[in-house]
């Protein structure tokens, strides 16, 4: 699932061409998604200016003139595609209406932002911008780790005397917003953490910058792309490439040359060197 540097790839990407914007037509080409679609969603849609597009945590937001602000999970699968303007040096001409393409926003300014998504993991909602915060997926959402309120003195009271293994504890949304298992793998990894440690066992202050150098080069890297995730020109993120033990079993530590190795945590994979990490 793409993680916090790829939605805030994706948002750069839309900011140039809908920030400032007029949606003239919302084509909504089917009810539903990971959820039902909002209610007259192509009629409240038409006409509204975006006026900020914002991220929290893995949710783009944008925040319309009619006073809602338009929600876009990705999901899984989730691509969102800009058409018929210039997208870095290149013009995207407006590809052939494909299979997948939910949601379907026709811009002022000529721009085609295409919602597609294969599997339907995605969501979409419409809410009231003023009480955005208290929506049921944003509610009870942790710190931004970009943010100022994300700091050594926040983190270690957050892992004090919890007895959770540091890997979780860091993937709790609840404690950090937006960190998923590919960046937590490469924070633990750079701090020498094994990620089965207990959290409260944990010295929190050096993994803040840590995180946020890990998060930061992964955003100018474009994100990481595994299996679905493209930027808004399409293209691949490369961040993948400079994985030191992500999705690296068997492979040598590039600091030790130790086989990077792989255990099993609450259902998902952590890699970790079981050399450099204790």
Excluded: W
Excluded at 249 to 255: E, M, Q, S, V
């Amino acid at each position: 699932m793409p993680e916090l540097p790829e939605v805030e790839t994706v948002r750069r990407g839309l900011l140039p061409v809908m920030e400032g914007q007029r949606i003239l037509r919302a084509d909504i080409n089917r009810p539903d998604l990971r959820f039902p679609l909002p209610a007259r969603m192509s009629d409240r849609l038409q006409g509204a200016v975006v006026q900020s597009l914002r991220r929290r945590s893995k949710y783009i937001l944008a925040d319309l003139s009619t006073g809602e602000t338009l929600l876009i999970h990705l999901g899984m699968s989730g691509r969102i595609l800009i058409s018929g303007q210039m997208v870095g040096e290149f013009h995207h001409d407006h590809p052939a209406p494909q299979k997948h393409d939910h949601v379907v926003l026709h811009m002022e300014n000529g721009a085609r932002i295409t919602f597609n998504d294969a599997r339907r993991f995605g969501a979409m909602d419409l809410m009231d911008t003023a009480t955005a915060p208290s929506h049921p997926l944003m509610v009870a959402l942790g710190p931004e780790p970009l943010g100022n309120d994300f700091n050594e003195v926040y983190l270690t009271g957050r892992l004090r005397g919890r007895l959770t293994p540091i890997k979780s504890a860091l993937l709790d949304q609840h404690n950090i917003a937006g960190l998923g298992n590919i960046y937590v793998s490469e924070v633990l990894f750079r701090a020498g953490v094994h990620p089965a440690r207990q959290a409260a066992d944990t010295d929190a202050p050096p993994l803040v910058p840590i995180i946020r150098a890990v998060l930061t080069e992964a955003i100018e890297a474009g994100g990481s792309s595994l299996r679905d995730y493209r930027q808004t020109d399409g293209e691949l993120g490369y961040f993948q490439h400079r994985f030191q033990v992500y999705d690296r079993r068997g492979d040598p530590c590039l600091t030790c040359a130790a086989p990077i190795e792989r255990l099993v945590q609450s259902g998902r994979s952590s890699f970790y060197c079981p050399n450099c990490q204790r």
